[in-house]
């Protein structure tokens, strides 16, 4: 079996004219969310063997503050392709993920995480689907599951959504 964490990354400033929207920082609303979700993945056995992780300023604080919850820290990479990428980007990337690894993290993006999560999670929690297809805000982390034998044989449809969690839900920010 294989195992994907999509973690959003946690809010972040508006995008405005003045910052290169790849350069965006976090919001404090967003640094207090971040840490907890990465508490709540440890705390329920959800170690990534590798993250792949967006270049971008924000979903690189998002995985520094949340990573703290693991020790020693998972593998991480930084890739350029995740800022922005399209459901079938992602696709791509996760099929390249070491046999080694069991469990693989993407922090990343919308639209495109909650995309890949609808592309790939045809089975599971239904309530949870429910959820994911209502919005899959900042932060969220989406916890699915492949009867694979390696990453290379990922396909659309072949995933089992096991959890999704939002900081709302789990009442670590304020509505």
């Not at 459901?87 to 993290?105: E, F, H, W």
């Not at 592309?119 to 900042?138: M, N, Q, S, V, Y």
């Amino acid at each position: 079996m294989r195992r994907l964490i999509l973690f959003r990354h946690a809010k972040a400033d508006l995008p405005t004219g003045e910052i290169d929207d790849h350069d965006r920082a976090l919001v404090p609303r967003g640094r207090r969310a971040a840490g907890p979700m990465g508490a709540w993945l440890a705390g329920r056995g959800f170690r990534p063997d590798l993250v792949l992780c967006s270049t971008a300023l924000r979903a690189r604080a998002t995985w520094e503050i949340a990573g703290k919850a693991f020790s020693p820290a998972p593998k991480e990479q930084f890739e350029q392709g995740i800022y922005g990428a399209s459901p079938g980007t992602l696709l791509d990337l996760a099929k390249r993920a070491p046999t080694t690894v069991q469990t693989l993290m993407i922090v990343g993006h919308n639209p495109g995480l909650e995309q890949f999560v609808k592309l790939l999670a045809t089975k599971g929690d239904p309530e949870a689907r429910r959820a994911i297809r209502e919005k899959f805000p900042t932060a969220a982390i989406a916890v699915l599951d492949f009867p694979a034998d390696d990453w290379a044989s990922l396909a659309p449809g072949a995933g089992r959504l096991d959890r999704f969690a939002t900081p709302r839900a789990l009442g670590i920010v304020d509505p």
